[in-house]
């Protein structure tokens, strides 16, 4: 009797044990509160326990959304166990700090977790996904502080001014570098707005740099600056004032809405004034119909012109064609190009514009007779060292050619001569 009941009670115990261990892992989100001042922190965390162990990651969500600025503090994620119907779970969890942007309700929506765990009495682990329903947070501006814009709630926050050395009146090509600094104690500095001020100073040309935003988490506690620099450099005759800036914020500890404010300061430029141009709407459409009258007269005589134009430009073409240098060019092109039927054919051209046929000159009759046996010869003789001979010879033979124009005359002489004399005897 008593075996009977001892194997009952181990089957009955085994039973249970499988049913527990057969659970789905547990998944749980806690957001005590969703409701805070824009710019300010909550905390949301996610865990997730199994009964056995996890020998992958958990894949945890981003929660990011539109107006939401979710961010991980130091040592957010870590591990956690839990005692289950006398069983101990364990697993890790996770905490967001979750900071509403502006004001009003916005909505995280429903985002994916990815969980891998060992499935008891299965060699390989289970991956399974949950799906974490949408969590609503909501950002409420205190009483007092709804006309700041925008707005910004801290437990400090000051403005400093920094103007590099330079002397008033500046001259043309000095230059100011201005730099504006925000700190900011109590939340991210990337609630801090731009710090620079429109700048409208005459005479003097604004090189704004990029802003820089540092945030920093010291024992749970948030802080942050901004910097913006810009730099202005003097070109003409002018000057102004650089603007004052101010900057309401809300302060958390007084709970009440203060302002931090920096320093304007003038701005001189000794140097010539600057030509102003007339932008008298009236001015400006005489200016036009000036321009177009007197495009309309140029088209109008380029009409009347252009066969004429066309005629000159033709007959200059053919005179340039008809020319000794354009064939003499002719043939150094059809060379260079080895184009043997060109030259030869360039040659002839040349050689009927000449008085003194540069063709029959010894120089470049042995080089064509190199190249013609480089080309058609049974001998190994390399036709780039033919035509490099052959481009060698040109310039010369044409150098020699026009010296001996110079020295023939142009007429034969009127006296004839005892050789024509015989001749017509």
Not at 285 to 294: I, Q
Not at 404 to 417: F, Q, S, V, Y
């Amino acid at each position: 009797m008593m075996q009977r009941r001892a194997l009952f009670l181990a089957v009955l115990f085994g039973l249970w044990a499988g049913m527990a261990l057969a659970q789905d892992p547990l998944v749980e989100v806690e957001f005590e509160e969703n409701t805070t001042i824009p710019g300010q922190p909550l905390s949301l965390r996610v865990t997730v326990l199994v009964p056995t162990w996890l020998p992958k990651p958990v894949v945890f969500p981003t929660l990011e959304a539109p107006n939401i600025l979710v961010q991980l503090p130091e040592g957010a994620t870590g591990p956690a166990s839990r005692t289950i119907d006398g069983e101990t779970w364990s697993g890790v969890s996770r905490r967001y700090r979750v900071t509403p942007m502006v004001p009003g309700r916005v909505q995280i929506p429903a985002q994916e977790l990815s969980v891998t765990w060992a499935e008891p009495g299965k060699p390989d682990p289970l991956q399974q996904t949950f799906t974490l329903d949408p969590i609503v947070v909501e950002g409420r501006v205190p009483e007092g502080a709804e006309d700041l814009s925008p707005f910004i709630a801290a437990q400090n926050l000051t403005l400093t001014q920094e103007v590099s050395e330079a002397d008033m009146p500046l001259q043309a090509g000095d230059s100011v570098t201005l730099t504006l600094t925000a700190q900011i104690e109590g939340t991210s500095a990337m609630f801090l707005p731009s710090l620079m001020p429109e700048i409208d100073i005459k005479g003097v040309a604004v090189y704004p740099s990029e802003p820089t935003i540092q945030d920093k988490e010291e024992r749970g506690k948030l802080s942050g600056t901004r910097t913006q620099s810009v730099t202005l450099v003097a070109q003409s005759g002018g000057g102004g004032a650089f603007p004052a800036l101010e900057l309401g914020w809300f302060n958390l500890t007084s709970q009440a809405v203060e302002i931090a404010r920096t320093e304007g300061f003038d701005v001189t430029v000794d140097a010539p004034p600057a030509l102003v141009q007339n932008t008298d709407p009236r001015v400006l459409a005489a200016y036009v119909a000036g321009g177009l009258a007197a495009l309309a007269l140029c088209l109008l005589a380029l009409r009347r012109l252009s066969p004429r134009l066309r005629a000159m430009m033709a007959a200059r073409r053919r005179h340039m064609e008809a020319s000794e240098h354009w064939a003499y060019a002719k043939a150094v092109e059809a060379a260079k190009a080895r184009d043997f039927d060109g030259l030869l054919r360039h040659l002839d051209i040349w050689a009927a514009r000449c008085r003194v046929d540069p063709t029959a000159q010894a120089t470049l009759q042995s080089a064509l007779c190199a190249l013609g046996a480089a080309r058609y010869g049974p001998g190994g003789t390399s036709q780039n060292d033919a035509w490099k001979r052959v481009l060698t010879a040109l310039p010369q033979v044409r150098a020699a050619a026009l010296k001996a124009d110079r020295k023939k005359p142009e007429l034969p002489p009127l006296n004839p001569t005892d050789a024509q004399s015989q001749r017509t005897a």
